[in-house]
T-cell receptor
Framework: NAGVMQNPRHLVRRRGQEARLRCSPM?????VYWYRQLPEEGLKFMVY????????ESGMPKERFSAEFPKEGPSILRIQQVVRGDSAAYFC????????????FGPGTRLTVT | GENVEQHPSTLSVQEGDSAVIKCTYS??????FPWYKQELGKRPQLIID?????GEKKDQRIAVTLNKTAKHFSLHITETQPEDSAVYFC???????????FGGGTRLMVKP
């Protein structure tokens, strides 16, 4: 059973460009979460999605950031017009449907904005 | 919203000693408390978790205790080994399917 997959693992963008981060949850998992980790800091919640629905986006900046989890395909975190402050590791986690709590993390995408 | 505080931020122990990391949380509705281990450049890895209907849980050298009245929980690692060196994060969650609020992390260094 493959774990949570994320790609790309490393992404370099110039200021003003767009970044697209992809996350494929574990098989059988229908809950996806995105977290951001700045260097030497903890993880901060950004958004929680189920298939075709955003459940909670309270941790995501209202401008430039968006997320989706379509019926088919991976979840995507999109950052438009990136700035240096967006440089961080972005982790995706997934959880099974139903009354479960455990979240399993992917390897992360390390975004560097130059 | 939930706020999780974690102490200490760094911890250095001698191989074979025990290590204890403590966390406090603010939201009395939180009922799920996982611990993650993160090695440099790697993903956070779930190592143990506890739910509010349990006071203590143990898995080999790792144990977690929970005091719901005082709103704090702790990670205990016995007989530490150099491979235990990593950053450990505590977290809290209110409901199944809900997001995790993380503590700031503890950098554990086990000296051989």
């Amino acid at each position: 059973n493959a774990g949570v997959m994320q790609n790309p693992r490393h992404l370099v963008r110039r200021r003003g460009q767009e970044a697209r981060l992809r996350c494929s949850p574990m098989k059988g998992h229908s809950h996806v979460y995105w977290y951001r980790q700045l260097p030497e800091e903890g993880l901060k919640f950004m958004v929680y999605l189920q298939k075709e629905n955003i459940i909670d986006e309270s941790g995501m900046p209202k401008e430039r950031f968006s997320a989706e989890f379509p019926k088919e395909g991976p979840s995507i975190l999109r950052i438009q017009q990136v700035v240096r402050g967006d440089s961080a590791a972005y982790f995706c986690a997934s959880s099974p449907q139903g009354d479960y709590y455990e979240q399993y993390f992917g390897p992360g995408t390390r975004l560097t904005v130059t | 919203g939930e706020n999780v505080e974690q102490h200490p931020s760094t911890l250095s122990v001698q191989e074979g000693d025990s290590a204890v990391i403590k966390c406090t949380y603010s939201d009395s509705a939180s009922n799920y408390f996982p611990w993650y281990k993160q090695e440099l450049g790697k993903r956070p890895q779930l190592i143990i978790d506890i739910r509010s209907n349990v006071g203590e849980k143990k898995d080999q050298r790792i144990a977690v205790t929970l005091n719901k009245t005082a709103k704090h929980f702790s990670l205990h690692i016995t007989e530490t080994q150099p491979e235990d060196s990593a950053v450990y994060f505590c977290a809290a969650s209110g409901n199944a399917g809900n997001m995790l609020t993380f503590g700031g992390g503890t950098r554990l260094m086990v000296k051989p």
